[in-house]
């Protein structure tokens, strides 16, 4: 299976409206079937056009509740059955990675992730009903973000942070975080309390104001257990916010700037060349270059890997835009196993540390 890349066009701003639409959704053979491709001019030749190719393609209109409808709640029942699932959100600042991935506050409004959380513990509930309670499902986060190349635990204060961030380190062929927080989380309620919290971590952890979150990558990761008298199943959802694809190279001067965007040019360019190596089948794909490049391994883990190129349809962003698209239609070719994380057997806790287990698992690494 190749990663599924969906690319989302958001609507015009209010100080948009009177700007220039280029990009636009189309049907494959003009028919009146749903989209799924995304045509803009030559930024070179006006008259020349790009049509870009996707698993679909969402609107301007297209809601929060039919994107997830359509690509996130499927992946969820396959999340029970053992199967990692990733869900990523690529494109340049301002258009819409955080509305898609973390959406509003109202119902409607509502992101990817809350809705996913909402799926998780609906599922959660019918699993144990369906089973009589002898599968037990527990359900536990991971919050960090990437700044700079440096991994910083959101669940952490900002001022309890160690400036060099946390140590990454393979296990087992998968990437970890040593030290994370690891919270179990039983509740919707309970979900959008700690993430809530955690995002104002992530917003003021910057001594700058402006857009630290357009420069972090952001990772969830959610941790489900399923287990039985016997067995004991693990498998995890991540959902990631990247920072802006933009080409901050033309915007920046000063230094501490400089700093800061040569790591995000540097980790989305790496995984650009990731993406490159592996679409051409090259035997040496540089994932080690990068902490986020690492993390996300693409085309390395087993499991359901969905992409959400995030467009803005206006002039403004034309050349951005271009890359994207271009770094896009290569992620296309990246193929994934998908294969289940076998259920182990079960190494029954003694008695006497059953008790601290909830107080041991919150400072497991990932
Ligand atoms: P990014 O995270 O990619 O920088 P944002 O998610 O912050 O972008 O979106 C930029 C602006 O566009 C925000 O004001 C956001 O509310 C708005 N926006 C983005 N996508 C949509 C959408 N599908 N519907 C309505 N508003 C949107
Ligand atoms: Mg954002």
């Not at 199943?233 to 933009?246: K, M, P, Q, T």
């Not at 994380?341 to 190494?347: I, T």
């Amino acid at each position: 299976m190749s990663v599924r890349v969906v690319a989302r066009i958001r609507p015009l701003l209010k100080q948009e409206l009177d700007k220039d639409t280029i990009v636009t959704a189309e049907s494959p053979a003009g028919n009146d079937a749903a989209p799924t491709v995304i045509r803009m001019p030559n930024p070179k030749n006006e008259n020349e056009f790009f049509s870009f190719q996707f698993s679909s393609v969402y609107e301007q209109e297209a809601t929060q509740q039919q994107l997830f409808d359509g690509e996130v709640s499927p992946t969820v029942k396959h999340l029970f059955k053992g199967i990692d699932v990733q869900i990523f959100a690529y494109g340049v600042t301002g258009t819409g990675k955080t509305h898609t991935m973390r959406g509003g506050k109202s119902l409607a409004d509502r992101g990817v992730i809350p809705r996913l959380l909402s799926n998780i513990y609906r599922r959660c509930r019918k699993v144990e009903k369906d089973t009589a309670g002898a599968t037990q499902v527990e359900v536990a986060l991971s919050y960090y973000e990437i700044y700079c190349d440096r991994v910083y635990d959101l669940f952490e204060p900002p001022e309890k942070r160690t400036p060099s961030g946390l140590p990454i380190r393979d296990n087992g062929g998968k990437t970890v975080v040593v030290g994370l927080t690891e919270k179990p989380c039983t509740s919707l309620k309970e979900f959008e309390h700690l993430y809530d919290q955690a995002n104002i971590n992530r917003s003021t952890s910057s001594t700058k104001l402006n857009a630290h979150s357009s420069r972090s990558h952001a990772i969830l990761c959610v941790k489900i257990t399923q287990t039985t008298e016997d067995t004991v199943r693990v498998s995890r959802a991540s959902a990631i916010d990247l920072a802006g694809s933009e080409d901050n190279r033309r915007t920046e001067n000063n230094k501490e700037r400089l700093v800061e965007s040569s790591a995000i040019n540097k980790s989305l360019f790496v995984l650009a060349q990731c993406v490159e190596a592996i679409s051409k089948k090259q035997s040496r794909i540089p994932y080690r270059e990068s902490k986020m490049t690492r993390i996300l391994s693409l085309g390395q883990n087993n499991g359901l890997t969905i992409m959400i190129l995030n467009l803005a349809p206006v002039r403004s962003y034309h050349l951005d835009t271009l890359s994207s698209l271009n770094f896009a239609n290569r992620t296309k070719k990246i193929e994934v196993a998908e294969i289940e994380n076998e259920p182990m057997q079960r190494v029954k806790p003694l008695a006497a540390t059953a008790s601290i287990g909830g107080a041991n698992i919150a400072r497991q690494p990932l």
